[in-house]
């Protein structure tokens, strides 16, 4: 490949890593664990890997080397920075621990292992991707490993190359499918370990051992550095209002994270419109006042950030959503036989009174994306949905209204963004760089130690890299029952933004200033080079979180 001149100078960059990892490394189980609810249905589902102990790397004693071991790795799910670290971090683990291990990448995904589609990933691979963005190595895919013909079939692959532990890195459903794995091999004596490593850009895989998900702190800076170079051009131009929708399907931890970094007017929270039961126009007239108060200020300008996973979180269009997620997973074939142009009308004849008179009100455009097809766990494709156009026209129509009635006299002109995209395959922070090595190598650490169905953990982040914390925790510790596709299944809990958590509260605390203050930041880009106050600094939420 073509490499850049920072490609190029970054292939140098060593990842620092926990002390604790340096050497030979000794496992030191805690206490038994337990679910995070649904305790004894999940003890149900999971008896062969339920209640594992947590498990904390500390430097051992120097040992015999450790039989090779060949291994097998999955990226899962859509891309976050730093994967492709963590797959050297557990190359270099492998290694570590015996040169003659072998590590083997299975092709765009999951699927890769069901279809029998692998690369052996050798030193001079490993070593074109060190530190860089995407998952372009072996690629990614959404293929769900859920079902008992899709296990065997991986399994015939793995005893074909000789493998005997499965990193897969990804979400939450990837992680829980991990668990699924894990269960059915140990029931079954395969002898096949399965590990998983915590990703997601959403920053909603987490809890007091996981503290986050790798590439969330490289995507909220790619999108924070954009934000403020929008903010900086709306400041000069004075004539817009930004309406800018940043992914996170489940939880408002990016929108949240880069409000925190850049000080826009105005920043929804999903989790606090869900908790106070706002309806879709209380969230349209809480921008509008904004807009209006600016407006009578003399600044006609402003930036709104809006999670993409808002829709959901408004308890009415939550209701909705639900009840057409149902009737689409038990009626999807026929559906698919209506004819578009009918879908509509079809849709609010099969609903509640209370839903298809909502669904109705909804302007046809957002109607319709509510009906697209489901993502491969169920979900409603929330980032189809065209969440600041609604919003900004709903506001357009809002304020007219208002200047009708003499209480609005300001101009109101709109931009709209949606940023998902360009931060899922950004260069890595060194945050990520390092978190994501660690994990990597933390993950190996697990596989020489014998475990299985267990998670990748390091923590201690917000301090040097040196006084991190490894480890692993069992994965059934984070799950609990929730339904999908119709059907009630176990997966792993997502975290949301805690409204009495300090990165929440710190917002709030700031929120009416900002909004009629003009208090733009402007991050610029990630720095790889320089202070380390500059270059390794980890999310503003972590460090709120951490009480630094």
């Not at 990933?121 to 070593?127: F, P, V």
């Not at 399965?194 to 999108?223: H, M, Q, R, W």
């Not at 008179?357 to 046809?364: D, G, I, R, V």
């Not at 990165?503 to 880009?525: N, S």
């Amino acid at each position: 490949m073509t490499k850049s001149a920072l490609q190029i100078a970054r292939a140098a960059y060593v990842p620092k890593m926990p002390v604790a990892l340096r050497g030979s490394v000794r496992a030191v189980e805690g206490a038994a664990t337990e679910a995070a609810g649904d305790k004894e249905e999940i003890k149900r589902l999971f008896p062969h890997t339920y209640g594992m102990p947590a498990v904390t790397f500390e430097r051992g004693d120097a040992n015999d080397p450790m039989p090779p071991i060949n291994a097998g790795v999955i990226l899962s799910g859509g891309q976050a920075p730093g994967g492709h670290n963590v797959i050297a971090g557990l190359f270099d683990g492998l290694k570590a621990a015996n040169p003659e291990s072998r590590l083997f990448g299975f092709i765009l995904g999951p699927g890769g292992l069901v279809e029998h589609k692998y690369m052996e990933l050798t030193a001079d691979i490993i070593d074109e991707y060190r530190n860089t963005g995407g998952f372009d190595m072996i690629g990614s895919g959404r293929t769900k490993l859920e079902r008992r013909e899709q296990f065997d079939k991986g399994l015939e692959i793995l005893k074909e190359l000789g493998i005997s532990a499965l990193v897969i890195i990804g979400g939450d459903d990837s992680n829980t499918n991990a668990a699924v794995l894990a269960e059915y091999y140990r029931s079954i004596g395969a002898g096949v370990s399965v590990i998983g490593c915590p990703k997601t850009i959403d920053g909603d895989l987490k809890n007091d051992l996981i503290e986050t998900s790798f590439g969330f702190d490289t995507a909220c800076k790619v999108y924070s550095e954009v934000i403020g170079n929008i903010q900086r051009d709306c400041n000069s131009a004075r004539k817009y209002w930004h309406f800018i929708k940043l992914m996170g399907r489940s939880a408002s931890h990016i929108a949240l994270e880069c409000a925190l970094q850049t000080h826009p007017n105005v920043c929804i929270i999903s989790e606090e419109v869900e908790a106070n039961d706002l309806s879709l126009d209380e969230i349209v007239n809480r921008i509008a006042r904004v807009v209006a108060r600016r407006a009578a200020e003399g600044n006609n300008f402003g930036t709104v950030l809006i999670p993409e996973g808002l829709i959901e979180f408004i308890p009415a269009m939550k209701r909705l959503i639900a009840e057409l997620n149902d009737f689409l997973a038990r009626n999807k074939a026929e559906f698919k036989m209506i004819k578009k142009s009918v879908r509509h009308s079809y849709l609010i004849s099969k609903l509640s009174k209370e839903n298809a008179a909502l669904y109705a009100s909804l302007p046809e455009g957002v109607a319709r994306q509510l009906a697209l097809d489901r993502d491969p766990h169920g979900n409603v494709q929330v980032s189809l949905i065209e969440t600041e156009k609604l919003l900004a026209e709903m506001v357009d129509n809002r304020l007219s209204e208002w200047k009708e009635e003499g209480r609005y006299r300001g101009k109101f002109a709109t931009q709209m963004h949606f940023f998902g995209y360009e931060g899922r395959c950004a260069a890595p922070s060194n945050y990520d760089a390092d978190y994501c090595y660690s994990l990597g190598y933390a993950a190996s650490c697990l596989i020489r130690a014998g475990k299985t169905g267990y998670m990748a953990s390091v923590r201690n982040t917000t301090a040097p890299a040196a006084e991190w914390t490894a480890g692993g925790i069992p994965i059934t510790m984070m799950m609990n029952m929730e339904q999908r596709d119709g059907v009630m299944k176990p997966v792993i809990r997502k975290a949301l933004v805690q409204l009495d958590g300090a990165p929440f509260r710190a917002y709030a605390a700031m929120r009416d200033e900002w909004a009629m203050t003009t208090d733009y930041v402007y991050p610029g880009p990630i720095q790889y080079f320089g202070p380390s106050e500059v270059c390794d600094a980890p999310t503003k939420t972590l460090q709120l979180e951490q009480g630094k």
